[in-house]
């Protein structure tokens, strides 16, 4: 197959979770949920990041946005913001208690709210509510969880301000990013608000490894674009490489086989790829 003519929307990369790095084609950069290194000691969650990657190898954070405020989508934040002096875009509900635990300069916060859009340099972010997977527990099992950590309640927080988002580049390519639950995002992402490519967070928790690629591959079909990336699979890449790679190749198996031209990619974490759009020849 030739390429007539190829145009690049954006590069970008998987890190570890939903943490995403960026690169616009005007320079500006933006990372998702940072969480891609952790220190001896810091327990399950330390195995899960990608061997050997630390904050010297990310490139830029221009901005940093967080679905939600859990460990695994914050970890690293501190260590980013005081590096590239980011703009920490988040749902205003989270503001004072990231502040509180967090050294980021007061207007280096960017709070924003649910259905709305924003205009950055060189993207535009609609932000969409969003829901956790179900956890059980209250506020009062959280904060003991997490006993003595500074970070407990913005931790025990994380399972209710949870916010998606559809960037549009200058060029106009839409990548939609979801954590998490659904919670009307087919819905909300049809007709002229569809999005060319979206990211997305598998249908449960790691620990349900039932019906996974079917219940993934239905949810893609009703969604029905062009590319899926999952995300936030690290446990089943640590743990189960096989099985993770199995869900990809059932995935697009069940799309092709139900006529769907959307395709899975299975992104390798921390390998840059450029998203364009080409013309082939037929
Ligand atoms: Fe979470």
């Given at each position: 197959m030739s390429c007539l003519v190829n145009s690049t929307a954006l590069k970008f990369r998987w890190i570890n979770g939903q943490c995403f790095e960026f690169k616009l084609n005007?320079?500006?950069?933006?990372?998702t949920d940072p969480w891609f290194?952790?220190?001896?000691?810091?327990?399950?969650?330390?195995?899960?990041?990608?061997?050997?990657?630390t904050l010297d190898d990310?490139?830029?954070?221009?901005?940093?946005?967080?679905?939600?405020?859990?460990?695994?989508?914050t970890a690293n934040l501190e260590e980013v913001?005081?590096?590239?002096?980011?703009?920490?875009?988040?749902?205003?509900?989270?503001?004072?208690?990231?502040?509180?635990?967090?050294?980021?300069?007061?207007?280096?916060?960017?709070?924003?709210?649910?259905?709305?859009t924003y205009y950055f340099d060189?993207?535009?972010?609609?932000?969409?509510?969003a829901t956790h997977h179900r956890q059980p527990g209250n506020l009062e099992k959280g904060l003991a969880r997490h006993a003595?950590?500074?970070?407990a309640l913005a931790n025990a927080m994380g399972g209710?301000?949870?916010?998606?988002?559809?960037l549009t580049t200058a060029q106009g390519m839409r990548i939609a990013f979801i954590g998490g639950n659904d919670d009307g995002m087919i819905e909300r992402l049809q007709g002229t608000n569809k999005p060319n490519i979206i990211i997305r967070n598998k249908m449960a928790s790691s620990k349900v490894k039932e019906g996974v690629a079917e219940n993934f591959a239905a949810w893609f079909m009703a969604a029905d674009t062009q590319i899926l990336v999952p995300m936030h699979y690290e446990t089943w890449l640590t743990k189960d490489p096989e099985f993770a790679a199995k869900m990809i190749t059932d995935m697009n198996r069940i799309m092709e086989e139900n006529g769907?031209?959307?395709?899975?990619?299975?992104?390798?974490?921390?390998?840059?790829?450029?998203?364009?759009?080409?013309i082939n020849e037929a």
């Open positions: 005007n320079g500006v950069t933006l990372l290194h952790m220190e001896e000691g810091d327990g399950m969650l330390k195995e899960m990041c990608p061997p050997g990657f990310i490139e830029g954070a221009d901005y940093v946005f967080l679905n939600h405020t859990h460990g695994d989508h913001v005081e590096k590239f002096h980011s703009t920490v875009i988040t749902h205003s509900g989270n503001v004072l208690e990231l502040m509180k635990v967090n050294n980021i300069p007061v207007t280096d916060m960017y709070p924003v709210d649910y259905e709305g060189g993207f535009i972010l609609e932000t969409h509510h003595g950590d500074p970070k209710t301000f949870n916010m998606n988002f559809v769907k031209v959307g395709r899975v990619a299975p992104m390798v974490r921390g390998k840059w790829y450029t998203l364009d759009l080409a």
